[in-house]
């Protein structure tokens, strides 16, 4: 059973990373090809993302698994045989708990190590392409606007980088905007830092507000530095989520002063780094018990199936409740803890209930509405 697992976990993870990986893909190639970035920017920014969307497919993948293993083995009468030579419910657990035990220790390498550090190297790359003002510049035939009130067009780029029909717009000072345009210019780096723009053969058109005049002056060539053009902030890498674990640990307090967030706000990401390893583990316990339920039936398990999505959606939906209590006060902290403790127990009652299948037949029965037959009714 434990081999079955991994191997259908193996999978539904890759079909569902797909999945939103290449969602999130093509929102992000939109975004940087259209910026003039390289292909190999864009795909180092996918892969920086990867981590974040296996974090969130591990649990769904885990409950697909249990889910679509127990199905085979039960409309295959496998489960059947096995439970009639004299394993208990509680016996057939033992498997999925140690499958469950192997994708929490997956999820835990991903939320205290993998994941914040991703983020933080993705936060930084951004911050590097933001700054590069040859790739936000570089493009052909386009009007781009560099930063607000700023246009910027280029007819042609030749293959020596000489860039042919120049024409920008500087409109941040309303009292006093002005038009460049030049037939040939150039992009070259500052020995003191900085990017500069080389326009030769131009021309310079200067509005004046006061009383409607326009200044137009005629230059051979004209260097106009653009790197104002970009924000120079300094990247800022102080966020709870990019804080190690054991920092928080040792002194949330200082953790929320650096990153500028609250210590309900650091409480909430350290004990949620510890808690969604357990939502993996309750994920394939409850898809697992609740398909124990009934007898065999030619029909399928579809009930059963029905029952466990709607106990992990309960799950999820105290997940949710309680973060927000966490991060409104940081002392209620262990209701992070309730919606995996919810889940055992919603597991053992389920485990409880299949070692009595006329109690659990006529729950599904119930479920589905159908009154009890005489017979059935009389071995209940």
């Keep these: 059973m434990l081999s079955q697992f991994m191997v259908l976990f193996g999978f539904f993870a890759l079909v569902l990373v797909s999945i939103f990986w290449i969602n999130k893909a093509v929102r992000m190639f939109d975004r940087l090809i259209g910026d003039g970035q390289p292909a190999w920017v864009f795909l180092e920014f996918t892969a920086l993302t990867l981590p974040g969307v296996i974090g969130v497919v591990l649990p769904i993948a885990a409950f697909a698994a249990t889910v679509y293993v127990t199905n085979r083995l039960s409309t295959e009468s496998e489960l059947t045989v096995v439970q009639a030579t004299g394993y208990s419910s509680w016996r057939l657990m033992r498997p999925v708990l140690v499958f469950g035990t192997l994708i929490a220790v997956m999820m835990s390498l991903l939320t205290h190590v993998l994941i914040p550090e991703s983020l933080s190297q993705l936060r930084l790359r951004q911050d590097e392409v933001s700054q590069n003002i040859t790739a936000k510049l570089l493009t052909e035939g386009e009007f781009l606007h560099p930063a607000p009130g700023m246009t910027f067009y280029i007819r042609e780029i030749t293959p020596d980088g000489e860039l042919l029909n120049v024409f920008m717009s500087d409109r941040r000072d309303d009292e006093n905007p002005v038009t460049y345009t030049s037939q040939r210019a150039y992009l070259i780096q500052d020995p003191e830092g900085g990017t500069k723009l080389l326009m030769v053969d131009g021309l310079a058109q200067n509005v004046r507000r006061d009383g409607n005049r326009l200044f137009t002056t005629h230059f051979a060539d004209f260097t106009y530095d653009i790197s104002t053009l970009v924000a120079s902030d300094a990247t800022s890498f102080d966020k709870v989520t ?45 898809g697992f018990a609740s398909l124990l339920l009934g007898n065999f039936s030619r029909f399928g398990v579809w009930r059963q199936i029905l029952l466990a999505f709607t106990l992990l959606v309960l799950v999820k939906l105290a997940e949710s409740r309680v973060s927000g209590l966490v991060l409104g006060n940081a002392a209620l902290w262990p209701l992070m803890y309730f919606p995996a403790v919810l889940g055992a127990l919603m597991t053992a009652c389920l485990l409880h209930i299949s070692t009595r299948p006329a109690f659990g037949q006529r729950l599904l029965n119930r479920l589905r509405r159908r009154p009890l037959t005489e017979a059935e009714d009389s071995a209940a």
């Excluded at 500028?260 to 969604?276: A, G, K």
Aim: hydrophobic letters at 45%; a negative charge; one cysteine or more.
């Design 242 to 286: 990019f804080a190690r674990t054991m920092d928080m640990i040792r002194d949330p307090q200082a953790v929320a002063e650096r990153t500028s967030s609250t210590e309900s706000q650091v409480i909430y990401e350290l004990n949620s780094r510890f808690s969604q390893p357990l939502v993996c583990i309750v994920a394939a316990m409850i």
